[in-house]
């Protein structure tokens, strides 16, 4: 299994977004800046996302994307699977034809381990992140180096209802 650049990208685009939502809808050209992924790939990206409900677009001046649900009920899983991509280690993708056709001597092992990932990721919300302080450290330092408007004039925390 090796998670591609676009799980990659999915998963630091969305985290972006999460952090920025506070603010209000997010552009994607800011996410692309911040994040250094190209903005085609970024609209290829969340047309996958927002087919699962994970992201909203909003029209109009001041519009781009917002999360689709709470961070807290999106989790890492969720991303990567929403943009194809396998959590699966196996090498038969599942259907034990890994040696001559047949179920290849580690193929439970590499299933487990699949499992394993699955419930690790699922088990990470977007919340996670943007409640970590290191993290939110690493966004504002590259909100300062690509000159992000949101940034410069943060809003007030917000508050649990």
Known sequence: ?????????????????????????VTLADISKCQGISLSYLEQLFARLRGHGLVEGVRGPGGG??????????????IITAVDESLDATGCKGKENCYDGQ??????????????????LDGISLSDFVNNPEIREIS???DSMSS?????????PRIAS
């Open 140 to 142: 504002h330092r590259q």
């Open 148 to 156: 992000r408007i949101a940034n410069m004039f943060p809003a007030s």
């Open 1 to 25: 299994m090796k998670l591609s650049t676009k799980g990659r990208y999915a998963v630091t685009a969305m985290m972006d977004l999460a952090i920025h939502d506070i603010d209000g809808p």
């Open 65 to 78: 994307y917002r999360l689709g649900k709470p961070a807290s009920q999106i989790s890492v899983a969720n």
């Open 103 to 120: 179920r290849c001597l580690t193929h439970q092992l590499w299933q487990d381990l699949s499992a394993q990932l699955y419930t690790f």
